[in-house]
């Protein structure tokens, strides 16, 4: 069973900073792309942000962009989302995903985080 290990969120105000972190535990994994979508209380899942492990290419929602920024830790297999400038409506429940191939079942699959919550207060 593949386990994601998330760190990161919590309550900050407005115009702050949070970091959030996220990747495979264990053993080793091929990894595709790890991203992150968000949902607020009473409104649908949307995309966040996404990076290609190969090529490091990235994709934002317009909501996000020049705000946050996904970068990668080939070394530690490990996205983090760094999100600047902050607004109260960027609070929702964070939730990382994470393509990957395991090699011991032979299989590629998106997994998926637990969830972390992040509050930005007018």
């Known amino acids: 069973q593949v386990q994601l290990v998330e760190s990161g969120g919590g309550l900050v105000q407005a115009g702050g900073s949070l970091r959030l972190s996220c990747g495979p535990s264990g053993r080793t994994f091929s990894t595709y792309s790890i991203g992150w979508v968000r949902q607020a209380p009473g409104k649908e899942r949307e995309f966040v942000a996404t990076i290609n492990w190969a090529h490091g290419s990235t994709r934002y929602a317009d909501s996000v962009k020049g705000r946050f920024t996904i970068s990668r830790d080939s070394a530690t297999n490990t996205a983090y989302l760094q999100m600047n400038s902050l607004k109260p409506e960027d609070t929702a429940a964070y939730y990382c995903?994470?393509?990957?191939?395991?090699?011991?079942?032979?299989?590629?699959?998106?997994?998926w985080g637990q969830g972390t919550q992040v509050t930005v207060s007018s």
């Open positions: 995903n994470v393509d990957l191939y395991d090699p011991a079942r032979e299989f590629r699959g998106t997994y």
